[in-house]
């Protein structure tokens, strides 16, 4: 199973509660949401649409948009 760029970027759109976002997006601070504290709920929707399971220790890694876009092979 694959999703697409514009999948990931929706998700972290509602998940912030924010219009739009797009690759270059800082994940900290969006809409209010402090990451990683605030990304179990983001990643369990991306694990869903992507039929991955990004481990905990991984949010870490991902600063912008683009991290888990490259992180789950959005194309």
Not at 9 to 27: D, I, K, P, R, Y
Not at 42 to 70: K, M, R, W
């Amino acid at each position: 199973m694959s999703c697409s760029k514009s999948q990931v970027h929706q998700a972290v759109a509602s998940w912030a509660g924010v219009l739009n976002v797009n690759e270059n997006t800082a994940l900290n601070g969006l809409g209010g949401k402090q990451w990683p504290q605030d990304a179990p709920p983001l990643i369990e929707t991306i694990n869903g649409l992507c039929g991955c399971s990004i481990p905990p220790e991984d949010y870490q890694l991902f600063t912008h948009v683009a991290d888990i876009d490259e992180w789950v092979g959005a194309k």
